[in-house]
């Protein structure tokens, strides 16, 4: 697997071009891009991305229930991602953080990010 290196949020251009990354690296890429694109901002795919903002926001945690099952569909079509191995969120003070580790290659991958 190939995919786009980030630096700060942006395209890593350091030494003059697009830096790819790949094998394990690139599957960390792939699953920090998607869990942070917003539906409708993908330039390419309209469809791409999660509805925070009408699933998470102002909804009771029965309903944000339903999001984050939504969270562990997208991690695990992933390509390359084997098995997700834990996942757990937790609200705290109106932000809920979400911790989740996958197998990849007989590797673990842990990550984690907020929901504001």
Not at 70 to 83: G, M, R, T
């Amino acid at each position: 697997m190939k995919t786009f290196r980030f630096k700060d949020g942006d395209l890593d251009i350091e030494g003059g071009g697009l830096n790819l990354a790949t094998g394990v690296e690139a599957v960390k890429e792939t699953l920090n891009f998607r869990l942070n694109l917003f539906h409708n901002t993908c330039p390419y795919d309209f469809r791409e991305g999660l509805d925070y903002f009408n699933d998470v926001i102002g909804k009771s945690q029965n309903e944000v229930a339903l999001f984050l099952d939504n969270l562990k569909d997208v991690i695990s079509s992933v390509d390359s991602v084997e098995a997700i191995t834990s996942f757990t969120s937790e609200l705290k003070e109106r932000v809920y953080h979400i911790n989740y580790s996958v197998r990849v290659d007989n590797e673990i991958i842990q990550n984690s990010f907020i929901i504001r």
